[in-house]
């Protein structure tokens, strides 16, 4: 029997890129998940990492080649041992973005209080005070240290899933991360409900591109 292919989209130099056919995952390993991608969102940093004006580029962190893609949703296809007990084959999630330098035990709590159970017991200062995007060892989907989800197969940490209600569709579940980055936005600047800035703020992270790897269809919003 020959091993299934997916089909990954890579970054190989400014404005280049390339599909190719790579062997998919045959099983995963313990944390892990396999995924089926069924929505990517195009953000503008994904546009830097194309045509090489991202930040990330000149300090270091990111490397090409590389494949990009950091807000995406799919259905779990496959989980490996010491996944949460809340998942399982056939959910329909999304991923974190960003991870620090979380413990191996990680317990068996579910969502946002799993994370912030594990963070708590990280290994260094800025983890366990939350600050896990400052983490010299964060991995950052699509960037550096994790393959993004411009793929129509991706391994990530099956503690990293957050399951999305099967009312919510794929494209629209991809904004999570664009509308959370508003929302922490807000938060911080200590604006409230009904505010001004608060609905402009959360429109402007609305309005992306979603890209559907099935179908090549782009889909503004």
């Not at 989907?141 to 919510?168: K, M, N, W, Y």
């Not at 794929?170 to 009904?194: D, I, N, Q, W």
Request: glycine letters at 10%.
């Amino acid at each position: 029997m020959s091993p299934r292919e997916k089909r990954v989209l890579v970054i190989t130099g400014a404005k280049r890129a390339a599909v190719e056919n790579r062997c998919a995952a045959a099983s995963c390993g313990p944390g892990e998940a396999v995924v089926k991608i069924a929505a990517v969102g195009v953000c503008a940093t994904d546009v830097e990492l194309y045509d090489g004006t991202m930040g990330y580029f000149e300090s270091g962190l990111a490397k090409l080649p590389l494949v990009p893609g950091h807000e995406w949703a799919g259905e779990i296809l496959a989980l490996g041992e010491d996944a949460p007990e809340h998942l399982s084959i056939g959910q329909r999630v999304i991923g974190e973005h960003a991870t620090g330098c979380m413990p191996q035990e990680l317990g068996n709590s579910s969502g946002t209080f799993r994370l912030k159970a594990a963070f708590s017991h990280a290994r260094c200062e800025l983890c366990s005070a939350g600050v896990f995007l400052r983490c010299p060892r964060r991995t950052e989907t699509g960037f550096f240290g994790r393959d993004g989800a411009f793929q129509t197969e991706i391994i990530f940490p099956s503690h990293q899933l957050h399951v999305i209600p099967e009312h919510v569709p794929f494209e629209l579940a991809v904004l999570s991360e664009p509308l959370a980055t508003a929302h922490k936005a807000v938060r911080l600047a200590g604006l409230g409900r009904g505010s001004a800035g608060t609905a402009p703020a959360a429109a402007t992270a609305a309005r992306r591109a979603v890209v559907d790897p099935e179908t090549s269809c782009q889909i503004d919003r």
